[in-house]
């Protein structure tokens, strides 16, 4: 059994001079059977605080969240793992998020994404972008 490479997938780039970039890497999270991430989840949360703290070392109280999609699979999202993560960080986090930019989605994850949008505020989908054709601000690792 293959173990989840944490780094790979959530880390933190500090270049923005206003505020602080979480970039999750969706191609290193392998779906795993009745699991619960709990040590994934740890890894998360622990970014999004050092990101928030980055943040505020500049002076701004958000962070921005980018999410790399490119060649994930349908069955490779959790729905349920995505729930309970989108409810967590909503309570940790509250007014955290300035933009959180999904690129290169596949059609089946905006659907995927409509459907957890029932619990995410609206405040917070109204900060969500998809972006097909995004700048080469970051790469891809």
């Given at each position: 059994m ?5 780094e790979?997938i959530a ?13 999750f890497?969706a191609?290193y ?8 991430y709990?040590?994934?989840l ?5 970014t999004l605080?050092n990101?928030?703290?980055l ?6 109280q958000?962070?921005?969240?980018l ?9 490779e999202?959790d729905f ?9 960080i909503?309570?940790l986090?509250?007014?955290r998020l300035?933009k959180?930019?999904?690129h290169?989605?596949p059609?089946f994850?905006r659907?995927f994404?409509?459907n957890l949008?029932i619990f995410?505020?609206k405040?917070?989908?109204?900060k969500v ?5 995004p700048k080469k ?5």
């Amino acid at each position: 059994m293959s173990t989840l490479n944490y780094e790979k997938i959530a880390f933190i780039d500090n270049s923005n001079l206003q505020r602080c970039t979480i970039i999750f890497n969706a191609k290193y999270f392998k779906k795993k059977k009745n699991s619960k991430y709990d040590d994934l989840l740890a890894h998360i949360l622990k970014t999004l605080s050092n990101g928030l703290l980055l943040s505020q070392q500049k002076n701004s109280q958000t962070f921005d969240v980018l999410v790399y999609l490119d060649g994930i699979k349908a069955t490779e999202l959790d729905f349920g793992f995505a729930k309970n993560f989108i409810i967590i960080i909503q309570q940790l986090f509250p007014n955290r998020l300035n933009k959180c930019y999904f690129h290169h989605a596949p059609g089946f994850f905006r659907l995927f994404f409509e459907n957890l949008s029932i619990f995410i505020d609206k405040q917070t989908q109204n900060k969500v972008q998809f972006v097909t054709k995004p700048k080469k601000l970051y790469p891809s690792t």
